[in-house]
């Protein structure tokens, strides 16, 4: 099982910026993609970046590219890995809860909140 923990959440005002980062453990990580989610209530998990184990290939969905940025360091036994995400010229639409996540995307830490004001 993969621990998660997730943090650098807050309150920010629009086109501001955000660091969030996520500790993982569990041996297995260096040889695993990572992501970072997001949901809003009532609405389902949103997958917003990935990074490839190296940290070479990356995936944006559409309403963050040119905006955020996924980053990873594999700790060199492995036994911890951190993700982060930058994101600059923050949106209202972009409040969420913000979760890493890391293949197959099955465990889940508790989350930090984003919030975007206008």
């Known amino acids: 099982q993969v621990q998660l923990v997730e943090s650098g959440g807050g309150l920010v005002q629009a086109g501001g910026s955000l660091r969030l980062s996520c500790a993982a453990s569990?041996?297995?990580?260096?040889?695993?993609?990572m992501a970072w989610f997001r949901q809003t209530p009532g609405q389902e998990r949103e997958l917003v970046a990935t990074?490839?184990?190296?940290?070479?290939?990356?995936?944006?969905?559409?309403s963050v590219k040119g905006r955020f940025t996924i980053s990873r360091d594999n700790a060199a036994d492995n036994a911890v890995n951190t993700v982060h995400l930058q994101m600059n010229t923050l949106k209202p639409e972009d409040t969420a809860v913000y979760y890493c996540?890391?293949?197959?995307?099955?465990?889940w830490g508790q989350g930090t909140q984003v919030t975007v004001s206008s």
């Open positions: 990074i490839n184990r190296s940290g070479e290939l990356t995936y944006y969905v559409d």
């Open positions: 569990g041996r297995t990580l260096g040889m695993k993609s």
């Open positions: 996540s890391v293949f197959p995307y099955q465990d």
